[in-house]
Nanobody
Framework: VQLQASGGGLVQAGGSLRLSCTAS????????MGWFRQAPGKEREFVAG????????SYADFVKGRFTISRDNAKNTVYLQMNSLKPEDTAVYYC???????????????WGQGTLVTVSS
């Protein structure tokens, strides 16, 4: 499975960005898709995940109400709409895929390359 993330960039605090991640190659059935992030000097942390059916999602507390995860299974793509961005959201955002939905305990069986999000104050 190859995961290609895009959509990062520089945005002012309060602004919005939408990240995309497309899966290709030999995918497995009904993959759970999600996003993690890693800020400088910090460990990678879970941001959001979505089950294949699209009806079940999970979010880290620090993004609830601001970020929305969605997916288009026909395009093998997952999105992360990020609104009301804060400087502390600055990080490299990674797309991940799992075989099983574990909610916030998503572990990332497969990883994409990161895309940098920088939020200026």
């Amino acid at each position: 499975v190859q995961l290609q993330a895009s959509g990062g960039g520089l945005v002012q605090a309060g602004g919005s960005l939408r990240l995309s991640c497309t899966a290709s190659g030999r995918t497995f059935s009904n993959p759970v898709m999600g996003w993690f992030r890693q800020a400088p000097g910090k460990e990678r942390e879970f941001v959001a995940g979505i089950r294949y059916s699209g009806g079940i999602t999970s979010y880290a507390d620090f993004v609830k109400g601001r970020f929305t995860i969605s997916r288009d299974n026909a395009k093998n793509t997952v999105y992360l709409q990020m609104n009301s961005l804060k400087p502390e959201d600055t990080a490299v955002y990674y797309c991940a895929a799992d075989r099983v939905f574990r909610g916030p305990k998503m572990r990332g069986d497969y990883w994409g390359q990161g895309t940098l999000v920088t939020v200026s104050s």
